[in-house]
């Protein structure tokens, strides 16, 4: 396996097992997952923004896929 599609295939591990969550939790209850939705991705945010200790393709793939799996769930949700 080359290092390429290893950071895809991290990258849709993680996608996946967030969105999964993400959508798990809109569906008990949509409301407080819009507002945990939102508040994560501030963070998410920042964490992308810090990346001076040199966090590597990797682990930029992860938390790359965990905002856009947050992203997603979000905009299935404010979308109606």
């Known amino acids: ?3 390429t599609d290893y950071i895809e ?3 849709d591990d993680t996608f996946d097992s967030v969105y999964t969550e993400l959508s798990d939790r ?3 209850d949509p ?3 819009v507002r945990y ?3 994560t991705l501030k963070c998410l945010y920042v964490r992308q923004g810090n ?3 040199g966090r590597g393709a990797i682990g930029n ?3 790359d896929a ?3 799996a947050h992203e997603a769930v979000l905009a299935e949700l404010t979308s109606s």
């Open 51 to 53: 990346d001076w200790t």
């Open 37 to 39: 939705i939102r508040q």
């Open 9 to 11: 295939e991290r990258y």
């Open 26 to 28: 809109a569906q008990r």
């Open 66 to 68: 965990s905002v856009a």
């Open 61 to 63: 793939a992860g938390l």
């Open 31 to 33: 409301h407080e997952a």
């Open 1 to 3: 396996m080359s290092m």
